[in-house]
């Protein structure tokens, strides 16, 4: 009978400590402004999955930078918008099937789904691009970054970031880590463009040199019934792709174009100047400027200068 009294008292004097020592916390805790309330507010669940996100962002950010939203957000995306629709648009370019621009609200960190991201190989995936060679991204700062296939893989990451959408990847370089992308341009691995002899593609000309040309300038006219007074404005289009310029030599007395289709064009010196090659959903397009849009030509197969 003593032995089990022993044992009682020895038991409720080690939970008398326990006890003192978890006060003894809180009160320290409370003292040195820690935020114990929480726990009000909180289920010690979600406060146990907050402490061990903590810990895994503290393997490559120093515990001073926590007191900020601005450490996470800014690294690894702004925002997530569920369901909200956004009108802004990125220009899809180069070796694709479907170039053309895509709506950032039909990118996946805008859907509501776990850890708001999209891989930038799925995106391509889903844009029906699968094998290339590299892509190319630009952002409304002027920057851009180009990786090829191999350097790409599941950490290459499409974010949300405030109006737009931001690229980062934990096993690149930071300075790629883009804000703001305005365009991706893809390489793909076929060279189904044919430049004076020379075999290339599309995407490896929208890499440069570049240039954007006006195009479809037209005057308007509308009659407001309620002044009855007739009003006129000017519009027109830009359009930006690969500058014919660049291509050809010094001196040539005409451009033929050839098209997968056949069909030969001939083009003089001064048309051929103006014009630059864009991608299309029919395939490789040459803008003229000085014709309507029924005027240009493609889809493109062959440029040969005589």
Known sequence: MGKKIKTTIVGIVIGLSVLILV???F???WQRGLPIHLAKHYSLDSLREEALLMNECSECHDGVDFHRCSTCHDEHGATEFADLPFFNLISF???VPQPGFVELNQILPYRDQPNTHITLLDFLAEQ???DFESVTLTSRDGGFITISRENLTDQALLLPFTDGIRFAAEDLHVSTWLK???????VGNERDLTINGAKTSLGRLLLGPTRQVVTENARVMFNYEIDGQTREAQTASRVWGAAVADLYPDSFSQLV???RDGALFELTPLEAGSAVLIAERKGPTLVLPER???GWISPILELIWE
């Open 292 to 294: 309507s849009k029924s």
């Open 128 to 130: 029906g691009v699968e």
């Open 23 to 25: 006060g003894a916390g």
């Open 93 to 95: 370019s180069g070796d």
């Open 27 to 29: 009160m320290l805790g």
């Open 257 to 259: 174009v050839k098209t």
């Open 180 to 186: 703001g992308i305005t365009g991706m341009i893809v």
